[in-house]
């Protein structure tokens, strides 16, 4: 028998996934993390860590085979010989180490690093290179021997080998995820001794250390492999294999990823690749989404009203929706301030423009994605809240023109799960 269990750490709490040989799922369990000062973060990680897998029943348990971990992208820690963090762990979203932007920028301003493999993915305020350039100014960044992400971390205290990493959470480290190296003027940035060996997502790395194995019920034959950020997680659940397939998460915002057979990069519009084997996952992301319905509908008033929508026709109401001023991509305009009037006396009416402008908005990011060298688009699956809105589905189709499915699985543990489920057969050779 067997199975394989994946464990997503979000921004708001940690889920784990066991799934059989079949891929089907055999158990889940969550914890939602409890508000604890930036300095016990890793403490609360790790127990978190622990505490989910003790949660997998017994049974299950003992036929672990192997185990992924997912992370939230560009989340650091610095740590020592021992692997221990020598700081509090800084979050995707931390921007702290912003100031450091003005030396790197200088830095690729030179004319040998004008075409530098890489640049647009690191001159980011909250990317992993920007933060580790900060770490290099601060009085205890003589004792760091290791740069992890958190995913890399969390595996470490399974594995217990440090420094081991995948291309999924180095992309913003500056790895070349091309070439599949770092490139050659990250040695000039005198980091390079720090980062983390890179492997493919799913690599075993080693088995559950003994100890470990025995606090937390795992068998000795349980290997630990290389993982993955939350985001490529949540799009390996949805099962998108192919080509032109591709997963938009209707959550807050609205998030597009596309499988290519060719990366794009374009940092006006904040579009990058992700390596997905052969293939690149192409993303990029619109501030509209589900946030803007929030602003104006109850959950029970957006069901209602939906039911009602004439989805066959469209509605002439051509709105921008947005919380707030400010959109990246399909248009980059720090200052595009929402568009949301005329707005009808009927509030069916006023969705169906909200719904009709928002599909609209998507269409244009697949077509900018494909205008920019991906492979054309052939299928949508849907994540998020969003993907249960029939009527919403039914316009996005009416635009989209290729088939509209919602995802049989949309929980980044799953996809993580399924990562797992890959390392057999490198364990096995």
């Not at 040989?21 to 508000?35: D, G, M, P």
């Not at 909250?126 to 290791?146: C, D, E, N, R």
């Not at 998460?249 to 990823?257: A, C």
């Not at 998507?362 to 920019?372: I, K, N, P």
Request: with cysteine; glycine share 8%; aromatic share 8%.
């Amino acid at each position: 028998m067997g199975c394989y269990l994946g464990i997503d750490f979000g921004t708001s709490g940690a889920r784990a996934a066991a799934i059989d040989v079949e891929k089907r799922l055999c158990a889940q369990v969550s914890q939602r993390f409890e508000q604890v000062t930036p300095e016990d973060w890793a403490i609360h990680w790790q127990q978190t860590l622990f505490h989910l897998i003790q949660q997998i029943p017994t049974e299950i348990r003992e036929q672990v085979r192997a185990i992924a971990i997912n992370g939230t992208s560009s989340t650091v820690l610095l740590c020592d010989r021992a692997g221990q963090p020598l700081d509090a762990p800084l979050l995707y979203n931390d921007a702290r180490a912003a100031a450091q932007l003005e030396p790197l920028t200088a830095f690729f301003a030179q004319e040998r690093y004008a075409n530098a493999p890489c640049r647009e993915n690191v001159l980011n305020a909250t990317s992993s290179l920007v933060k580790l350039l900060w770490w290099g100014q601060q009085p205890f960044y003589g004792q760091a021997k290791y740069l992890m992400h958190q995913a890399d971390w969390l595996a470490f205290l399974l594995h217990g080998q440090p420094g081991v990493s995948d291309y999924h959470n180095c992309l913003k480290l500056g790895y070349d995820v091309a070439q599949l190296r770092y490139p050659g003027w990250m040695e000039e940035l005198g980091v390079l001794p720090l980062l983390p060996t890179v492997l493919t997502p799913g690599t075993a790395i080693a088995p559950v250390l003994p100890a470990i194995a025995s606090q937390l019920g795992l068998s000795l034959d349980c290997w630990v492999c290389a993982g993955t950020t939350d985001s490529i997680a949540a799009f390996l659940a949805s099962g998108a294999t192919l080509p032109g397939e591709a997963v938009t998460s209707l959550g807050s915002t609205l998030v597009l990823k596309l499988l290519s057979q060719t990366p794009v990069e374009n940092g006006k519009y904040g579009i990058y690749s992700h390596r997905l084997g052969d293939l690149w996952l192409v993303g990029g992301a619109s501030n509209t989404g589900g946030g803007v319905l929030q602003q104006f509908f109850t959950p029970d008033e957006l069901q209602t009203l939906s039911a009602q929508i004439p989805v066959e026709y469209a509605s002439p109401l051509d709105y921008y929706p947005l919380t707030k001023p400010g959109e990246r991509f399909p248009i980059n305009d720090p200052t595009l301030p929402p568009r949301l009037a005329p707005r009808p006396d009927r509030p069916v009416e006023f969705l169906h423009g909200l719904l009709e402008s928002m599909a609209r908005i998507e269409a244009a990011g697949y077509r900018q994605l494909q205008d920019l060298g991906a492979t054309p688009l052939a299928t949508v699956y849907t994540a998020g809240g969003g993907a249960a809105n029939s009527a919403w589905t039914a316009i996005r189709s009416r635009h989209l023109q290729v088939p509209v499915l919602r995802s049989p699985q949309t929980d980044a543990a799953d996809g993580t799960a399924l990562l797992a489920a890959t390392s057999l057969k490198a364990v096995a050779a």
